[in-house]
């Protein structure tokens, strides 16, 4: 089992930065790719970026060039940077593991069984 904790949502303006963090309980956590979705009011759950055990990353065209996601397997501790954000990046992110030993990211919810309880973030325009 492995618990997801997600931190650092807000309410920011268009062009500022957020980094969220999101913290996993377990010995398992370098094991699984590690994604951030998210999902706006009315809109189904998306991806936005996911980085695997060997650090393979990839992201959605709408994020690519302003977020980036890292791990840090020793304090079983995922971020996504987010920068240059705006409006429509206003939505709850979430934070799933999933994928054991996968070799390429998985951009689809099926592919993860942990989820946590999201963060909200805003951006004011």
């Known amino acids: 089992q492995v618990q997801l904790v997600e931190s650092g949502g807000g309410l920011v303006q268009a062009g500022a930065s957020l980094r969220l963090s999101c913290a996993a309980s377990g010995r398992t956590f370098s094991r699984y790719t590690m994604a951030w979705f998210r999902q706006a009011p009315g809109k189904e759950r998306e991806f936005v970026a996911g980085?695997?055990?060997?650090?393979?990353?990839a992201y959605a065209a709408s994020v690519k060039g302003r977020f980036t996601i890292s791990r840090h397997n020793a304090k079983n501790t995922v971020y996504l940077q987010m920068n240059s954000l705006k409006p429509e990046d206003t939505a709850v992110y979430y934070c799933a593991a999933g994928s054991e030993y996968a070799a390429v990211v998985v951009t689809t919810t099926t592919g993860y069984s942990y989820w946590g309880q999201g963060t909200q973030v805003t951006v004011s325009s």
């Open positions: 980085i695997t055990r060997g650090g393979i990353t």
